[in-house]
């Protein structure tokens, strides 16, 4: 417990998956078809055409991973972080609210990808030393679960067919594969941790693009005095002009994290995308003798 809640603040690190969003109200109108072993339908059953596009859409979904990091380097936006301690009765008993100009950059080196977050403050909140609260990073690369570098990471199985608007919408269920690396890691005191989760992913059929991501703890953390931690994380369309595209781009994030006499609650809320341009000016001085 104590190792959990040090007197400073706790930092709570994710590097793993994530990408895109519907709006909660369509999900909750989805027309949804649920899968059973013993029809004729179903993941598990006798369809191999449907099979064969859960596989196709995983493999596209993959690709558009690769894409996904390239394009939120080249992109910068408004962040609003609440950080809520939450009492009795699920009730919020503390807040703070800060606001950040967000960027997230990615590099490929020795075939491994690297990701950092640079946040600028606009407006820093009020911070009371006596309060402890919880500190969520790195989150919005939980699209790592599917990326080809974790694939031997995770076993995924089909759930359920959605229609959204039109669109259809595979939702997955995945858990981790005893033993393997995992792109999730929650750093105490110094020290980085890592996360065995599992959860439910919405892909887009059509685009490969991921529409949802709700993952838990596989295992409760005791030694750590971590009881839970869960993370929901939607994406949306963002339209972009000169030249004019469409990227699937952070939107809002929920983490929860409870320990035995602790709960946190991080909501972060991504608007106001724009293009990052950097210019860079190089001044030639005269040479010297």
């Avoid at 939980?142 to 089909?158: A, G």
């Avoid at 269920?173 to 995992?182: E, L, Q, T, W």
């Avoid at 004019?244 to 909501?267: F, H």
Wanted: hydrophobic share 35%.
């Amino acid at each position: 417990m104590t190792r959990f809640l040090p007197r400073a603040k706790t930092l709570l690190a994710f590097l793993a998956f994530l990408t895109a969003m519907l709006a909660c109200a369509a999900l909750l109108r989805a027309q949804t078809t649920t899968f059973s072993r013993n029809e004729p339908n179903s993941p598990g059953g006798e369809d191999p055409p449907f099979l064969a596009r859960v596989n196709a859409t995983m493999v596209h979904s993959r690709k558009q991973i690769d894409s996904f990091f390239e394009q939120t380097s080249n992109v910068v936006c408004r962040e609003n972080v609440s950080q809520t301690v939450v009492g009795k009765n699920n009730k919020p008993v503390y807040q703070e609210d800060s606001v950040f100009e967000y960027q997230m950059q990615s590099s490929s080196q020795k075939g491994s990808m690297r990701l950092e977050e640079l946040r600028e403050p606009l407006k820093v909140a009020f911070r009371d030393p006596n309060r402890t609260l919880l500190i969520t990073n790195g989150f919005t690369n939980m699209l790592m679960v599917m990326h080809e570098h974790y694939e031997t990471s995770y076993t995924f199985e089909p759930l359920a067919e959605e229609t959204v608007e039109g669109r259809t919408i595979l939702k997955l269920h995945f858990k981790p594969v005893p033993g393997a690396s995992s792109p999730a890691a929650i750093q105490l005191l110094g020290r980085s941790y890592p996360l065995q989760l599992k959860g439910d992913i919405w892909i887009d059929e059509a685009t490969g693009a991921v529409v949802k991501l709700i993952s838990s703890l596989d295992s409760r953390m005791e030694d750590l005095g971590l009881r839970e931690l869960r993370s929901e994380i939607h994406y949306s369309l963002v339209q972009f002009h000169d030249p004019e595209e469409a990227y699937w781009m952070p939107a809002s994030a929920v983490i929860e994290v409870e320990t035995p006499k602790q709960y946190w609650r991080n909501v972060h809320r991504f608007t106001e995308y724009r293009r990052f341009r950097a210019s860079i000016q190089v001044q030639m001085g005269e040479k010297t003798p």
